[in-house]
């Protein structure tokens, strides 16, 4: 039996959590949680990276010994180093407005079909190639010698050792998914310096001991390798969906809903691009070809506004709301911003001619009906586009927790749903860890012990399917 830290950083929180694996063992226990407050300064939100890398720390010293550490977290965000290695500044966050009208001057020079054709990225308004374009007269930029992604920071602070990850690079927009390389070519149109990037590692390589001052620190006992994993958080996830087959779409479900399939190749074509599904990379060369769905974010936006009512009471009460009364478009990137979510919202419904939701009850049916509305849109077009059929859909994440999402989305996709586990990320982490130490066999082999030994819970989808139809056809442009 080993032990294995994963450290899962997402939106609002941070987690160390302890991963025991063995033969016909995989437990995981939390050993610190800690929250994760953006913070808005007078230049724009950014990210409290110090922060974020104590609780790291008081994570390590929480956790005990461990055979290994393993670092995953959001994607397409950075810091930059100046030539001493040091941090320049706090990185942005992707939330941030920098990048608001950026895309249409990138597109000016790779036409956005080009582009997609080049790196088989959805349209995000934040991909790091946006972000860098916006950055590109900024003093900061001007004196930085490297960029290194969320994760890789983390990693090289902990080791000394600098990496650049390939499925959180997949995310940069400057990846060709057919060679899993860099896409030379357009960096140099875009006047993009890929000498900032530090050499790409995969899942699986080695990335450094822990310095003796970090052992010192946590007191742990040298030597503690750190383990490169799928260090985006939603590879990760992905890794650990538990799937007995082939025919599975997953969603991963948190902050954000990611909702799609895991293929051997890209889809490159104009349709996918229309119809803006990603082509990030997964673990061992596969492809996780999703789309970005706005999540419970939409929820946690109203929760906040509302000053943080009971969650089982609200999702109780919003159980009893008539469905699909009104709904939005939960892949609209209208919603990305923070703030006033309940009244944007609202006026989405108020625009579209719908009823508007007035109570929290109401506002939050809204927004899970609109969301298993939108897995169940991307579920099956990503079949199509794809030409790859699914019998069942895997939930993942946060969401599992949330039986109405589930139910729901379920009932939307007319296919039965698998839940759980709810920490995959961590438990994706742990497991590329302890494969890379020889003590689990391929992703099949992973999957059928989270299979074996994850608690699930299945939804039988409810009839009506015609309902939801028309529901999608209301959103209809
Ligand atoms: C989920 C996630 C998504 C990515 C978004 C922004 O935590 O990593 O996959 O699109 O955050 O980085």
């Keep these: 039996m080993k032990s294995y830290a994963a450290v899962d950083l997402g939106a609002s ?21 800690f929250p994760n407050r953006p913070v808005r300064v007078p230049e724009g939100l950014r990210w409290d990276i110090l922060s974020l890398y104590a609780g790291v720390l008081d994570g390590l010293r929480a956790a005990g010994q461990v055979d290994s550490v393993g670092i995953d977290s959001w994607a397409v965000d950075y810091g930059l180093l100046d030539a001493d290695g040091a941090l320049l500044g706090n990185p942005v966050h992707y939330r941030d407005a920098r990048t608001e009208g950026v895309a249409e001057k990138v597109w000016a020079t790779v036409p956005a079909a080009e582009l997609y054709a ?22 900061q930029l001007a004196s930085a010698e490297r960029l290194l992604l969320i994760p890789d920071l983390l990693t090289y602070w902990l080791t000394g050792e600098a990496g650049t990850e390939l499925t959180n690079a997949s995310t940069t927009q400057l990846i060709d998914p057919r060679t899993r390389d860099w896409s030379y070519d357009l960096a140099t149109r875009l006047g993009i310096d890929l000498k900032l990037f530090a050499p790409l590692r995969r899942p699986g390589d080695p990335a450094g001991l ?34 007995t087959g082939e025919r599975f779409a997953y969603i991963c479900t948190g902050t954000w809903s990611l909702a799609g399939l895991e293929l051997d190749a890209p889809v490159l074509t104009e349709a996918s691009r229309a119809a803006n599904f990603t082509n990030e990379l997964g673990l061992d060369g596969t492809v996780r070809y999703l789309r970005n769905i706005m999540g419970l974010w939409l ?26 009364r009104s709904v939005v478009d939960a892949g609209d990137a209208a919603f990305l911003a923070p703030g006033r979510m309940a009244s944007r919202i609202a006026d989405a419904c108020r625009e579209s001619g719908q ?74 982490n742990v497991l590329v860890q302890a494969r890379a130490h020889g003590l689990v066999g391929d992703r099949a082999a992973m999957r059928e012990l989270l299979a074996r030994t994850q608690p699930l819970r299945r939804y039988e989808p409810r009839g009506d399917t015609a309902a939801w139809q028309a529901a999608e056809a209301r959103l209809a442009p």
Excluded: K
């Design 355 to 428: 009823p508007v939701p007035e109570s929290p009850a109401e506002v939050t049916r809204c927004i899970l009906d609109s969301l298993a509305l939108a897995h169940r849109r991307a579920v099956t077009e990503a079949q199509s586009l794809a030409g790859h059929p699914v019998d069942v859909v895997h939930i993942v994440g946060g969401g599992t927790r949330n039986a109405l999402l589930c139910q729901l989305t379920a009932d939307a996709c007319g296919l039965p749903v698998v839940a759980g586990p709810a920490e995959a990320a961590a438990l994706g």
């Design 13 to 33: 929180s941070g987690r160390v959590m302890v991963g025991r694996v063995g033969p016909d063992t995989l437990e995981l226990t939390e050993a610190h949680r």
């Design 299 to 324: 929820l946690q936006e109203c929760v906040r506004e509302w000053g943080h009512p009971d969650l089982g009471d609200l999702l109780s009460a919003a159980a009893e709301v008539a469905p699909l």
């Design 118 to 139: 080049a790196t088989g990225l959805q349209y995000a308004p934040f991909n790091t190639l946006y972000q860098l374009t916006a950055a590109r007269h900024s003093a």
């Design 210 to 243: 822990l310095r003796p001052q970090v052992l010192e620190e946590t007191g742990l006992t040298g030597p503690v390798p750190v383990t490169t994993v799928g260090s985006h958080d939603t590879a990760s996830a992905v890794a650990a969906v538990p799937a």
